[in-house]
């Protein structure tokens, strides 16, 4: 039975790579997505986590590859509204305020990084 579990893994593993070859995607976002489904497969929810940050700091920051930068951007994005929702809501305290505004400055300063790198 593991076995016969192990073949439709890795067929579902084989069609995925194969569209999305077919479909051009970026090759990083194809690893990606691998190591997502991997992430999945394994029961390991660290890995995609653990793979898209390693592919970040060599293929984003040092390569400056744009694919990664702008998922990157994206994601840090989302977390800036997020953030900034959080702000503007009445349920923290002063001091829970002030944290979160640092984390607001943080994440804008990292945009404006992020922007430099991508250009």
């Known amino acids: 039975m593991a076995d016969k579990k192990l073949y439709g893994a890795a067929q579902e ?6 569209n999305s070859i ?3 995607k970026p090759p990083l976002e ?11 497969l394994s029961g390991e929810d ?4 653990t793979t898209r940050e390693q592919i970040l700091s060599v293929y984003g920051l040092v390569l400056k590859d744009k694919f990664i930068l702008e998922d ?5 994005k989302a977390r ?3 953030i900034s929702a959080a702000y503007q809501s009445d349920d923290f305290t002063e001091e829970e305020h002030i944290r979160i505004g640092y ?10 990084r992020l922007e430099q790198l991508k250009a």
């Open 13 to 18: 593993l084989r069609t995925m790579l194969t």
């Open 22 to 24: 077919n479909a051009g």
């Open 30 to 40: 194809i690893v990606l997505e691998l190591a997502r489904a991997i992430g999945e």
């Open 46 to 49: 660290s890995y995609y986590r």
């Open 72 to 76: 990157e951007l994206a994601e840090v």
């Open 80 to 82: 800036l509204e997020k």
């Open 103 to 112: 984390a607001l400055e943080n994440h804008k300063k990292e945009i404006e």
